[in-house]
């Protein structure tokens, strides 16, 4: 079992920067794929970026390409996700995610599906 638990969202204005946690415990932090995904209101939710197992391999969403930055920290068991040059449309809750079977080195995922298990989310809410 794995349990995820999100941080660091809040109110920020466009063009600001803002990093959110997702704090992992449960099982080998080091043998996991992760992602974030985000839901706006009223939108279904989407894929933003992923890690690979290895931790070499990133993918990110157009949306957020040269803005947002995925890291991992194996001493702390966290998922980072930075986003710099926030815009009011990347206003969602923010969801962490871990696969934790199945998985290939060096590859990214970026469907719901492809995850097992996820977090409760944080609000980052970007106003213009």
């Known amino acids: 079992q794995v349990q995820l638990v999100e941080s660091g969202g809040g109110l920020v204005q466009a063009g600001a920067s803002l990093t959110v946690s997702c704090a992992a415990s449960?099982?080998?932090?080091?043998?996991?794929?992760m992602g974030w995904f985000r839901q706006a209101p009223g939108k279904e939710r989407e894929f933003v970026t992923a890690?690979?197992?290895?931790?070499?391999?990133?993918n990110y969403a157009d949306s957020v390409k040269g803005r947002f930055t995925i890291s991992r920290d194996y001493a702390k068991s966290t998922l980072y996700l930075q986003m710099n040059n926030l815009k009011p449309e990347d206003t969602a809750v923010y969801y962490c995610a871990v696969r934790s079977t199945n998985l290939e080195y060096y590859r990214t995922y970026i469907n719901e599906g492809d995850y097992n298990y996820w977090g409760q989310g944080t609000q980052v809410t970007v106003s213009s």
């Open positions: 890690l690979s197992w290895s931790g070499s391999r990133t």
């Open positions: 449960g099982r080998t932090f080091s043998s996991y794929a």
